[in-house]
């Protein structure tokens, strides 16, 4: 994000009359900027870009209001981060939602060691490992509505489902399950 200029501050203005034109090249200037500030908040690039975008659409929307047009940069890293914010704690939600979920079905099941072996295993796992299984497995997701939940690719759909079954499979060798052959 470059310091605000003489040019930018009529850059800033023409936009404000609607010129798409300068919409287009403050979006140019500062994108790359609003991309790493929203990754640093959500640790992911796909989710980093989206809200971005999101910062510019409520920014080019509320922009005939913003009296400082010389901090147009700082108003605009200030929006993207809200809504990476607002992002992360709709990404937590979701994440707690099935928390709650998997208890309940595992609750509603005839509890043996091998399903609380698996409850524990996939408790244990990082969230976003987690998070996959869960979508898979307990809410019978498709991988390409996974993709879409989620806001990733497919590889990284099967990627991530790969590595999570992995380690559900070694905690279930380390508690004593084999894999039938």
Not at 15 to 24: P, S
Not at 150 to 171: F, P, Q
Request: charged share 35%.
């Amino acid at each position: 994000m470059k310091p605000c200029d003489d040019n930018e501050k009529a850059t800033v203005a023409a936009a404000c009359r609607g010129d798409a034109d300068a919409q287009a090249e403050l979006y140019e200037r500062h994108y790359t900027a609003m991309v790493w500030i929203a990754y640093s908040v959500l640790l992911d690039r796909g989710g980093a870009e989206d809200a971005a975008q999101q910062a510019f659409a409520r920014a080019f929307e509320k922009l005939p209001r913003l009296r400082r047009k010389e901090r147009f940069g700082p108003w605009l890293a200030t929006i993207c981060r809200n809504a990476a914010q607002d992002m992360l704690r709709d990404r937590q939600r979701r994440v707690n939602l099935q928390k709650v979920a998997i208890r309940e079905a595992c609750s509603d099941r005839n509890h043996n060691g091998f399903d609380r072996v698996v409850k524990e295993a996939v408790d244990s796992l990082p969230a976003m490992y987690r998070e996959i299984i869960v979508l898979r497995y307990y809410t019978n997701m498709s991988y390409r509505e996974i993709e879409s939940v989620l806001g990733i690719s497919g590889n990284k759909v099967k990627g991530r489902l790969a590595r999570a079954r992995k380690r559900i499979r070694i905690r279930l060798e380390e508690e004593g399950f084999r894999r039938e052959q």
